[in-house]
Structures are given as structure tokens and as C-alpha cells.
């Protein structure tokens, strides 16, 4: 396809329009496009000299032509102010989901995912006063046996509606899909927060639940969680505020 010479000045021009649309005062803006009316002008000689008339924008009168880039400027405009509008919402969206965030910083939440569970406590949260685990690597006469021994996990809780299910996954022996224990932290460099501690487990078992109480204090649970998996996270915050994480990931062996 043969390029014209009008083609070639028509892009120049809408380069110059395309900086110009750019400048918000109105007075500016006439300032700057009135070289841009003159370049038409210009051009629409040439192109006729050329006998390269290859668009209609240039048979109209100048003030025609200012009419349509103000057009075509509004537009734009729309467009931008539709990007803020998008941006917003989804910061407004955002914003209860790090609140959420903001109450759970230096404390301990134990979630719960169970598939087999119905909807109403297919997902349970709640926060913990402490927990305990460890693991062990037992010795032979000939030295370690590379088969490490996890214990079961123990946390401690007050009592709540969560109480009578994890009482009955215990009492029946029905395996939980999913435990994930978190530490919250608050950042250095604002009011986030970032994942201090993380911990999941894995087809979880409740081996144990026992309650302790007395009068006028509020009775505390201690739960005991065997499983067959585990990822344990660490993450630290450097002075610069860069964030760095270690894992380490084990399974429990069977026999």
C-alpha cells in the first residue's frame, strides 16, 4: 500500500494533537491547537497539490476541526476519569480485607478447612492463647535414625461455638482437611501487616480435647492435632523492610 505525503503530515499532526490533549487548561489548550488548525490548512494545500486527498477531515473548516479534537479531548478525559473511578472501587474493596488484617496483628489464628464439613463450618477462624510442638530424631547405636518423630499438636483456647465440632471430629475420628496457624505481624514501613508465622496441616486428626475451668473464669481448651504433613513458615522483616521467608515442609512417616 502506497504511503502519501498527506498520510505522512496527517500522522504528524495527530502527534501534535495527542500532546496537546494532554494540557487541562482551556485556555492552554486553545493556545496549543491553534498551530494545529494551521498546520490543516497547510496541509489540505499540499495534499491538493499532491493530488493525494486521502481524508475528509480536511475538506471541513477550521473551527469544524477544533470542534471534533475537543470532542476527541472530553473523550479521553472520560476514559481517565473511568480509570479513577475503577481505581477507587477496587481500593474501597480492598480496604475491609486489610482492616481485617489490622485486628489480628500480634496475635494467634487457627483456621480450619474441612471439605467434608457443611457450609456453615466448612471454614472455622479463631484465635488462640498458645500452642506447643516440637520434633525429635531418635538415636541408635549406630547414631541418628534419620526418622524424625513429630509430636501432635497442641493449642489452647477459650471456649466457643467451634468447642462442640471439634469435640465430635474427635470423638468420631474423622480426619480435617486442612489446620493453618498464623502469626501476624504489623510491618515497619505502615499499617499492613505480614505473616510472622505459617503453619499448615494436613489431614489433620483431633486426638484430643479437654476443658478446664473454675468459678468466674472462662474455660480454656487444650487440643491435641496429629497429621501427615506439615509446612512450616518463617518470615522476618529486614531494616530496609524487605521481607525474606524460610520453610521448612516434613511428613509424618507411617510406620
Not at 509446612?231 to 531494616?239: A, C, E, I, K, Y
Amino acid at each position: 500500500m502506497e504511503i502519501s505525503y498527506g498520510d505522512l503530515i496527517l500522522e504528524s499532526l495527530l502527534s501534535d494533537f495527542i500532546e496537546a490533549s494532554a494540557i487541562k487548561s482551556p485556555f492552554e489548550r486553545e493556545t496549543e491547537f491553534l498551530p494545529i488548525k494551521t498546520n490543516l490548512l497547510i496541509a489540505k494545500k499540499r495534499i491538493r497539490e499532491n493530488n493525494s486527498v486521502s481524508i475528509g477531515l480536511l475538506n471541513g473548516h477550521s473551527r469544524k476541526c477544533s470542534g471534533i479534537l475537543w470532542n476527541l479531548w472530553v473523550h479521553f478525559w472520560r476514559i481517565k476519569m473511568l480509570r479513577i473511578v475503577c481505581f477507587l472501587s477496587a481500593f474501597l474493596l480492598i480496604l475491609p480485607l486489610q482492616a481485617e488484617e489490622l485486628d489480628f496483628v500480634n496475635k494467634l489464628i487457627l483456621k480450619i478447612t474441612d471439605s467434608s464439613a457443611s457450609k456453615e463450618v466448612d471454614k472455622i477462624q479463631f484465635e488462640i492463647l498458645s500452642y506447643s510442638h516440637g520434633v525429635t530424631m531418635p538415636l541408635t547405636s549406630e547414631g541418628p535414625s534419620y526418622r524424625p518423630v513429630y509430636q501432635d499438636y497442641t493449642i489452647a483456647k477459650y471456649l466457643d461455638l467451634h468447642s462442640s465440632y471439634l469435640l465430635e471430629r474427635c470423638a468420631r475420628g474423622e480426619t480435617i482437611s486442612e489446620v493453618a496457624l498464623t502469626y501476624y505481624q504489623k510491618s515497619k514501613n505502615g499499617p499492613s501487616t505480614y505473616k510472622a508465622l505459617e503453619v499448615q496441616l494436613t489431614n489433620v486428626v483431633v486426638t484430643s480435647v479437654s476443658t478446664n475451668g473454675g468459678t468466674g473464669d472462662r474455660p480454656i481448651e487444650t487440643i491435641t492435632l496429629s497429621f501427615d504433613s506439615i509446612r512450616h513458615s518463617v518470615t522476618t522483616q529486614g531494616s530496609t523492610g524487605k521481607l525474606e521467608t524460610k520453610t521448612f515442609v516434613g511428613k509424618v512417616s507411617k510406620n
